[in-house]
């Protein structure tokens, strides 16, 4: 169990908690776990704290948004970022420390553009979000990012927003996307030495607030119109994307 002060403490407590109001479909809110275990632990090691945390997460997400998940689209990403998951450990021993925020993020921020884009000039993009390639693309972002930095949540929730799904089938199916990724890329992890018996003490003690995230993220859900949603899924994917380019 790591050495932690009381405000360190706090501060995991409110991270614990947004991974949980992330797993209920608020893909942005990842930002708060990932600045907060990033400045605790270090942007490297801060990717094996929080694995363990989100898959916890997403089995939790799973059972309470099974129901609604659309199947298609996990099996046009998926295979794809397993690939990417590769490609990122792959990059993880070749790539400054220090490049990886910036390339999540330029990555992120284009891809918020394009769909603001998209909304602007919906008949430029009519056929494109439903296309092959454009999902095993997004597919192979996200299998990357997840990889380098836990960062895949925005990538993918932009795909389930540009392919229109409504907010519950947004939620049901990026709980099983990011269940069957997550726990792939496990064994990666405890390859390269990022997951171990004190990471995962620590993460057994933060279960209960990823828990309670959910119910939150549920309740929030229930009330938040689509409209809002979508606003949502854009400004927090935007906020992550800037923060990564280091503008704030």
Not at 156 to 177: D, E, H, I, N, R
Request: net charge positive.
């Amino acid at each position: 169990m790591p050495s932690l002060t009381l405000f360190q403490w706090t501060l995991c407590i409110i991270a614990g908690l947004g991974v949980g109001v992330a797993k209920s479909g608020f893909a942005g809110v990842s930002l708060i776990h990932v600045l907060v275990m990033a400045h605790i632990f270090g942007d490297l090691d801060s990717t094996g704290v929080v694995l363990p945390m989100l898959c916890v997460g997403d089995v939790f997400a799973v059972i309470a948004f099974k129901r609604h998940a659309v199947w298609r689209h996990v099996g046009r990403t998926l295979p794809v970022a397993c690939i990417g998951v590769v490609i990122g450990m792959w990059l993880m021993g070749i790539v400054p420390k220090g490049a990886y925020k910036p390339f999540i993020g330029w990555t992120v921020l284009v891809l918020v553009l394009v769909q603001v884009w998209r909304m602007w000039k919906p008949a430029m993009f009519e056929h494109v979000p439903h296309s092959l390639p454009f999902a095993a693309t997004m597919g192979l972002l996200a299998g990357i990012t997840t990889m380098m930095a836990n960062a895949a949540g925005p990538v993918m929730g932009l795909y389930f927003l540009s392919v229109g799904l409504p907010k519950y089938q947004f939620a049901g199916t990026s709980a099983w996307f990011f269940l069957l990724i997550n726990f792939y890329k496990i064994p990666f992890s405890i390859h390269l030495g990022l997951i171990h018996s004190d990471t995962l003490l620590f993460n057994l003690a933060l279960a209960p607030t990823i828990l309670a995230g959910l119910f939150m993220g549920r309740w929030l859900l229930a009330h938040v119109s689509q409209k809002l949603f979508d606003g949502l899924i854009l400004a927090f994917a935007a906020v992550v994307a800037l923060w990564r380019i280091g503008l704030f």
